[in-house]
């Protein structure tokens, strides 16, 4: 299981350019095998990390086909957006951590509000891009 995890993690390290988001996907690595909640609420990296985790689990969890994708930001506590370029087109999709459920919802951008979606094939084929 920690063995698919990582291997989620090293192809969005492989294709995410931005040194601050490939510092936290390295520290995710790092950590996985002590990412075990609870954990110190005053730990605010070790609950970003958790977050994450908890994202990494629900592709895994979808078996979806993660490669090429990036992680592209965090704009907000416990979003993460992800894309891929194909064909010339941009896929897009968001995890959301819920903080109260401790699940990851997919979620994708509509007239410029995020909705939830029951799967993330869901949400990037209903992702607005512009």
């Given at each position: 299981?920690?063995?698919?995890?990582?291997?989620?993690?090293?192809?969005?390290?492989?294709?995410?350019?931005?040194?601050?988001?490939?510092?936290?996907?390295?520290?995710?690595?790092?950590?996985?095998?002590?990412?075990?909640?609870?954990?110190?609420?005053?730990?605010?990296?070790?609950?970003?990390?958790?977050?994450?985790?908890?994202?990494?689990e629900r592709?895994?969890?979808?078996?979806?086909?993660?490669?090429?994708?990036?992680?592209?930001?965090?704009?907000?506590?416990?979003?993460?957006?992800?894309?891929?370029?194909?064909?010339?087109?941009?896929?897009?999709?968001?995890?959301?951590?819920?903080?109260?459920?401790?699940?990851?919802?997919?979620?994708?951008?509509?007239a410029s509000?995020l909705h939830?979606?029951?799967?993330?094939?869901?949400?990037?084929?209903?992702?607005?891009?512009?």
């Amino acid at each position: 299981m920690i063995r698919k995890q990582v291997e989620i993690a090293l192809e969005l390290l492989k294709h995410t350019t931005n040194v601050y988001l490939s510092d936290f996907i390295l520290r995710y690595i790092y950590k996985i095998q002590t990412l075990k909640p609870p954990l110190d609420k005053s730990d605010e990296d070790n609950l970003q990390l958790l977050k994450f985790h908890r994202c990494i689990e629900r592709i895994e969890y979808e078996m979806f086909n993660f490669s090429g994708w990036h992680l592209h930001e965090i704009p907000i506590d416990g979003v993460f957006c992800f894309v891929k370029m194909e064909n010339d087109s941009y896929l897009a999709f968001d995890l959301v951590y819920d903080n109260k459920t401790d699940k990851v919802i997919p979620c994708y951008v509509e007239a410029s509000e995020l909705h939830e979606a029951e799967s993330i094939q869901e949400a990037i084929n209903k992702y607005i891009t512009v």
